[in-house]
């Protein structure tokens, strides 16, 4: 293993590597998502401002808009990573541009739990001032943890670009059958139930897809819809191969879009 990666074996017995992001990345990306916050903020004060000088709440007490900015400017600043990081697949705007995320330790994606921690626990890694102690935790921290991260279980591991779709065999197939990744309409919690070793497990389908005799492929097919149909909310009982197929292969552009990546 390369220093900086990680494998983590998973109970389905998969191994997942990954790239484990250091400070340089995850400060770059603190900096990006601090100068985001600092506009939303200056905009918030300077709206409350106005409206309390032309005296458009009209209220008797000045400071009563102030007040409500405060508070508004403490629940964004707090809420935007807990909910960015958990509704977005682990990734704020700066960790999206900079090609890095949140996941558990497990392989996992974040969970609601998990965010809530580590970014309560955001408070203690900014002391004393500029998230010194947080960048303290991460420069000695052998898997790059700050404390949010150790209480709450999580990593924080690059991304790379996926790669170039439409020019392997299967890609060829999924295009003759007419599938794109909304050929299958998926709640929210259903997207965050397909994580690396659902990846993992309709990569091997896909390669092996083309490659097998048709009963072969019929019972494969069978036993992973069977495991992976329910954590989406689908009854794989009920439906014909054909349309099993169609699934598993749309899943299958789903979790590529996500997880296939260069380390």
């Known amino acids: 293993m390369n220093q900086g990666q990680i494998e983590i074996k998973t109970p389905e017995f998969v191994s997942l590597n990954y790239q484990i992001a250091g400070l340089g990345s995850r400060g770059a990306a603190m900096l990006i998502d ?61 960790k999206k541009l900079i090609g890095i995320r949140v996941i558990q330790e497990n392989g996992h994606s974040i969970t609601l739990l998990s965010s809530l921690i580590r970014n309560l626990l955001r408070i203690i890694d900014m002391l004393p001032t500029s998230y010194f102690l947080g960048m303290v935790f991460i420069f000695f921290h052998s898997k790059h943890k700050r404390l949010g991260d150790m209480v709450a279980g999580t990593i924080v591991v690059h991304e790379r670009a996926a790669k170039k779709e439409g020019t392997s065999k299967i890609d060829k197939e999924i295009l003759r059958r007419g599938l794109t990744k909304d050929s299958l309409a998926l709640k929210d919690f259903a997207l965050r139930s397909l994580g690396k070793k659902e990846w993992e497990l309709l990569r091997i389908y896909s390669g092996k897809f083309l490659n097998i005799k048709l009963n072969d492929r019929v019972q494969l097919t069978r036993q992973l819809a069977t495991k992976l149909l329910p954590k989406i909310g689908l009854d794989a009982r009920d439906k014909e191969i054909l349309e099993l197929e169609n699934i598993l292969l749309t899943l299958y552009l789903i979790t590529k879009d996500e997880w296939e990546y260069e380390l």
């Open 34 to 94: 601090q100068l985001l916050l600092l506009v939303a903020n200056i905009v918030i004060y300077l709206i409350f401002l106005m409206a309390n000088v032309s005296d458009i709440f009209y209220l008797s007490d000045s400071w009563v808009p102030v007040a409500v900015a405060i508070i508004l400017v403490f629940i964004i600043n707090w809420g935007y990573f807990f909910v960015a990081e958990f509704f977005f697949g682990g990734k704020t705007l700066g």
